[in-house]
């Protein structure tokens, strides 16, 4: 009997490879980065908010000398948009990795919302894939790889109250994951979907900040998760590495929900505290 196979994951899942990354300054998006560049790629740190994405290049930059670049984009903005894809491709030269991470939230019914409103907020979540990938596309194919992950959410799948514009734009990025998929494998190009469920970041904290008591809202949450607990950026940063790499090789135009099972359920109704309350990391 021949010994089994051993794991062998060389120097890096991402050496040599080139990321452009939106919503890099903070979150689930600044989390990825760090981990590209831990797994040996160079990124553009894509946002509106310079400053903090020049801190974290900084930082990244002291562990990894030239791995990290910021640039100010707004997503929402297609010239804005082709210039940082511009500017990643002169800094490093190429461009493997798209991560279309950039996005917002907007709580309301929708009969509350302004045309003006429901525009932005289909053109910072959705337009802004399209924008990238209609830019990204020579590269990704000159690459003879490419990678394309989009940022969706459990809100991809299901309604959840009070977000109807946002529950909109989640559920179109799973129909833009597909087709792209469909449209540019012939080019060598993957596009798949990550979906988040309650992940601890500054846009959960925004969304429980307006209620009197935030901490007990989000235990209210976490009662309809099996698992109990939130999910931290890094959780969801390492289902972006998998469909960023060939350890996904042979998957294209699919979803993974990252969610501590939110999704499995019809109903549920937890017994008391879970093991991974008890001891998030054993
Ligand atoms: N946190 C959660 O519980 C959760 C759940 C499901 C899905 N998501 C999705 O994860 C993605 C990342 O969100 P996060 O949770 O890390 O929150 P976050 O607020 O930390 O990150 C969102 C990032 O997008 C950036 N952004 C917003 N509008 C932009 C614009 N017009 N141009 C450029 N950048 C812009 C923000 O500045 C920020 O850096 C989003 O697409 C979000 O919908 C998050």
């Not at 929402?76 to 800094?91: G, H, P």
């Not at 194919?141 to 989640?170: C, D, E, H, L, M």
Request: charged share 20%; glycine share 10%.
């Amino acid at each position: 009997m021949s010994a089994p196979a051993k794991f062998s994951p060389g120097p890096g899942r991402l050496a040599g490879r080139v990321a452009w990354i939106s919503g890099a300054t903070s979150g689930i998006g600044a989390a990825a980065a760090e981990l590209f560049v831990q797994e040996g790629a160079r990124v553009a740190l894509v946002g509106r908010r310079l400053g903090l994405g020049r801190k974290i290049a900084a930082r990244l930059n002291r562990r990894v000398p030239g791995a990290a670049r910021a640039l100010a984009c707004d997503v929402s903005s297609e010239a804005a948009v082709a210039r940082s894809l511009k500017a990643t491709v002169q800094a490093f030269g190429r461009l493997d990795i798209l991560v279309n991470n950039a996005g917002r939230v907007e709580i309301g019914e929708l009969h509350q919302y302004s045309e003006a409103q429901w525009d932005r907020l289909m053109a910072v979540n959705v337009k802004s894939m399209f924008f990238a990938f209609k830019h990204a596309f020579p590269r990704l194919r000159a690459a003879r790889r490419g990678y394309v992950v989009n940022v969706g959410s459990i809100s991809s799948f299901v309604g959840q109250a009070r977000t109807p514009v946002y529950t909109t734009t989640k559920h179109a990025i799973l129909g833009l994951t597909r087709s792209i998929a469909l449209d540019y494998a012939a080019h060598g190009i993957r596009c798949n979907c990550v979906c988040p469920g309650i992940t601890e970041t500054p846009m959960l904290w925004e969304h429980l900040n307006v209620r009197p008591d935030p901490r007990a809202a989000l235990a209210e949450r976490l009662r309809r998760v099996p698992m109990g607990v939130s999910l931290s950026p890094l959780d969801v940063a390492k289902a972006i590495l998998y469909f960023s790499c060939e350890d996904s090789a042979g998957v294209t135009g699919t979803s993974l929900t990252i969610d501590g099972g939110y999704l499995a359920a019809a109903e549920w109704a937890g017994d008391g505290p879970t093991a991974f309350q008890a001891s998030p990391h054993p």
